[in-house]
């Protein structure tokens, strides 16, 4: 396993960007499958994106075109740069790492994860 720490969340209007940030402690996540999952009060958590050791990313529909992930070449940060956010995206988005590296958009697949980050965009 991988301890991971999320930052980034914060408030912002309809429209506006932010970059989240899941840094790693102990090791990095050299070989890992990295995801970003989110969820909404009331709702499932639902994945949003994943990436590969080798840099290959899949996202949900839902986020296409204005989310992309991304990580540093040390392997120690993962990052989610989100644009045109809208309402409907306000959740706690944690990071997740698949030691596996399975490139799946299923939590179950996931060993680690964060604490979390609270994302709210406002109307």
């Known amino acids: 396993q991988v301890q991971l720490v999320e930052s980034g969340g914060e408030t912002v209007e309809a429209g506006g960007s932010l970059r989240l940030s899941c840094t790693a402690s102990?090791?990095?996540?050299?070989?890992?499958?990295m995801a970003w999952f989110r969820q909404a009060p009331g709702k499932e958590r639902e994945a949003v994106a994943v990436i590969t050791d080798k840099n290959s990313a899949k996202y949900v529909a839902s986020v296409k075109g204005r989310f992309t992930i991304s990580k540093d070449s040390a392997k120690t940060t993962l990052y989610l740069q989100m644009n045109g956010l809208k309402p409907e995206d306000t959740a706690v988005y944690y990071c997740?790492?698949?030691?596996?590296?399975?490139?799946?958009?299923?939590?179950?697949?996931?060993?680690?994860w964060g604490q979390g980050t609270q994302v709210t965009v406002s109307s």
């Open positions: 102990g090791r990095s996540f050299l070989g890992f499958s």
């Open positions: 997740a790492g698949d030691r596996s590296n399975r490139w799946s958009l299923d939590g179950s697949m996931y060993d680690s």
